[in-house]
């Protein structure tokens, strides 16, 4: 098992054309030899570490920093399920996936890639494609890690939802699987074929077997195909479809000072670089007519959450942009320690999700905001994503097989394909130990969530339910 420290980088290699590339018969037999080291059975082990930090504590310090007014709001919305609360703590999950074993091979890594987090959105080109969408922790990290969190979010998910532990185990092999599959396919595959390789809703509809889950697939995307700026608009602006005011609803929509105001189109000013010339010329012919704070998510919550209402020169001719704040990575602690990697974690955001997308939002970019860092990008471009609150057994199987090939996607676009499929091998071994990662850490999930429910109950932590 490697240790702390030790660990294989490749996704900051690639800096001289004359460096040799190896082989990839040799990759694949390196990725065979980490299983001496790390046995596919120990991947299945789940044990708190002694210095595992106490859940209310490490939630009251993810606190900090935030907007104090949107505490409770955060608390309510992790207090509702297990589910939530496993959402909600991405730096809880980080302590404790980092200090479980794994091979060392390092490659980008989602750094939240939990079940909720992959969904549509528009690429450049227009079209609706799925892919992992949240990369606010994003960073250098091993694959281990995001696909411990996403076969745990499956299990909790399945729980939540209803499902048997057998039914839950079934989701799990079926995305444990799914990687393996994938990822040994791409790693046969030229790196430019990998960079080109996307998943469209008419490919994804088509691939999902349960009729549910095709169904739910056709219902969201066609709602998301609507979730455009000029359909936001009159949702935003209390039913006006001309570019007037974003309408307040406190707390989770508010108006900044004319202070901060100024100081966000300032901001907003200093994004425009950060584009390329093409989209530079296009979003900046575009004039500010608004801006406000709107909560999402809900690890996201409390962090500042920006949207930016811009009009063109007709007055339905409108663009919403979202201004989040950007902080560390809960994942940089278990790679690097105390010294920052990234000088600006806007960028740093937008770099990665770039890195595992195939298409991304062409108006990512970042900005700098008094002492918060943003990364910017579009409020509404069909984003959208499956329900998960009434997902079928038979649907989450499906499901997880589709967000597993996802993943899978994502890591070898970056590096280390090889090594991790040769590590992975043809054989189900590592598949059912992270069934049985996945069922112990959903029990730790629930165990958990119940110490917060305590908290909130206590008065210890606040609470506002249902926002």
């Given at each position: 098992?490697?240790?702390?420290?030790?660990?294989?980088?490749?996704?900051?290699?690639?800096?001289?054309?004359?460096?040799?590339?190896?082989?990839?018969?040799?990759?694949?037999?390196?990725?065979?030899?980490?299983?001496?080291?790390?046995?596919?059975?120990?991947?299945?082990?789940?044990?708190?570490?002694?210095?595992r930090?106490?859940?209310?504590?490490?939630i009251?310090?993810?606190?900090?920093?935030?907007?104090?007014?949107l505490?409770?709001?955060?608390?309510?919305?992790?207090?509702?399920?297990?589910f939530?609360?496993?959402?909600?703590?991405?730096?809880l999950?980080?302590?404790?996936v980092?200090?479980?074993?794994?091979?060392?091979?390092?490659?980008?890594?989602?750094?939240?890639a939990?079940?909720?987090?992959?969904?549509f959105?528009?690429?450049?080109?227009?079209?609706q494609?799925?892919?992992?969408?949240?990369?606010?922790?994003?960073?250098?990290?091993?694959?281990?890690?995001?696909?411990?969190?996403?076969?745990?979010?499956?299990?909790?998910?399945?729980?939540?939802?209803?499902?048997?532990?057998?039914?839950?185990?079934?989701?799990?092999r079926?995305?444990?699987?799914?990687?393996?599959?994938?990822v040994?396919?791409?790693?046969?595959t030229?790196?430019?074929?990998?960079?080109y390789?996307?998943?469209?809703?008419?490919?994804?509809?088509?691939?999902?077997?349960?009729?549910s889950?095709?169904?739910?697939?056709?219902?969201?995307a066609?709602a998301?195909?609507?979730?455009?700026?000029?359909?936001?608009?009159?949702?935003?602006?209390?039913?006006?479809?001309?570019?007037?005011?974003?309408?307040?609803?406190?707390?989770?929509v508010?108006?900044?000072?004319?202070a901060?105001?100024?100081?966000?189109?300032?901001?907003?000013?200093?994004?425009?670089?950060?584009?390329?010339?093409?989209?530079?010329?296009?979003?900046?012919?575009?004039?500010?007519?608004?801006?406000?704070?709107?909560?999402?998510?809900?690890?996201?919550?409390?962090?500042?959450?920006?949207?930016?209402?811009?009009?063109?020169?007709?007055?339905?001719?409108?663009?919403?942009?979202?201004?989040?704040?950007?902080?560390?990575?809960?994942?940089?602690?278990?790679?690097?320690?105390?010294?920052?990697?990234?000088?600006?974690?806007?960028q740093?955001?937008?770099?990665?999700q770039?890195q595992?997308?195939?298409?991304?939002?062409?108006?990512?970019?970042?900005?700098?905001?008094?002492?918060?860092?943003y990364?910017?990008?579009?409020?509404?471009?069909?984003?959208?994503g499956?329900?998960?609150?009434a997902?079928?057994p038979?649907?989450?199987?499906?499901?997880?097989?589709?967000?597993?090939?996802?993943?899978?996607?994502?890591?070898?676009?970056?590096s280390?394909?090889?090594?991790?499929?040769?590590?992975?091998g043809?054989?189900?071994?590592?598949?059912?130990?992270?069934v049985?990662?996945?069922?112990?850490?959903?029990?730790?999930?629930?165990?958990?969530?119940?110490?917060?429910?305590?908290?909130?109950k206590?008065?210890?932590?606040?609470?506002?339910?249902?926002?």
């Open positions: 098992m490697t240790p702390a420290g030790k660990t294989q980088h490749f996704a900051d290699a690639f800096t001289s054309f004359r460096i040799p590339a190896t082989d990839r018969a040799e990759r694949v037999a390196h990725g065979k030899t980490l299983r001496a080291a790390t046995p596919h059975a120990s991947l299945g082990a789940w044990t708190p570490t002694p210095d930090p106490d859940v209310v504590g490490i009251q310090q993810s606190h900090e920093g935030r907007l104090p007014w505490l409770g709001v955060r608390i309510g919305r992790m207090a509702a399920s297990p939530g609360f496993l959402r909600g703590t991405a730096n999950m980080a302590h404790d980092a200090n479980l074993p794994s091979t060392g091979v390092h490659t980008t890594a989602c750094g939240d939990h079940i909720g987090n992959i969904g959105y528009r690429s450049p080109e227009g079209n494609v799925i892919d992992l969408n949240d990369f606010d922790e994003a960073h250098t990290g091993a694959w281990e890690w995001d696909l411990r969190r996403l076969t745990a979010s499956i299990w909790v998910l399945g729980r939540d939802n209803g499902a048997t532990e057998g039914q839950c185990a079934d989701a799990v079926a995305c444990v699987a799914a990687y393996r599959d994938e040994s396919f791409l790693s046969k030229p790196l430019l074929w990998r960079a390789n996307h998943l469209d809703v008419n490919a994804l509809h088509e691939t999902a077997t349960e009729s889950l095709r169904e739910e697939i056709f219902r969201a066609k998301a195909r609507k979730r455009t700026s000029d359909r936001m608009l009159p949702k935003l602006a209390g039913g006006s479809t001309d570019a007037a005011r974003i309408v307040d609803d406190p707390p989770l508010t108006h900044p000072s004319d901060e105001f100024e100081a966000l189109a300032a901001g907003l000013d200093e994004y425009l670089p950060t584009l390329t010339p093409q989209w530079r010329r296009i979003v900046g012919g575009y004039s500010l007519v608004d801006i406000a704070h709107k909560v999402v998510g809900v690890g996201s919550v409390g962090m500042r959450a920006w949207v930016a209402l811009l009009a063109g020169s007709r007055p339905d001719d409108v663009l919403f942009l979202q201004l989040k704040q950007a902080q560390r990575s809960v994942l940089a602690p278990f790679v690097h320690g105390e010294t920052a990697w990234h000088a600006h974690q806007g740093r955001v937008v770099e990665y770039q595992l997308q195939t298409v991304s939002d062409p108006l990512l970019g970042y900005t700098t905001v008094g002492e918060h860092q990364y910017v990008r579009q409020y509404r471009n069909m984003k959208g499956v329900p998960l609150d997902m079928t038979g649907a989450l199987v499906d499901y997880s097989g589709i967000v597993g090939h996802l993943l899978a996607k994502g890591h070898a676009r970056t280390g394909a090889s090594i991790i499929s040769g590590y992975l043809k054989k189900d071994a590592a598949v059912e130990a992270f049985d990662w996945a069922r112990a850490y959903a029990d730790q999930t629930e165990a958990d969530h119940a110490v917060l429910v305590t908290a909130v206590a008065g210890r932590l606040p609470y506002e339910p249902g926002v």
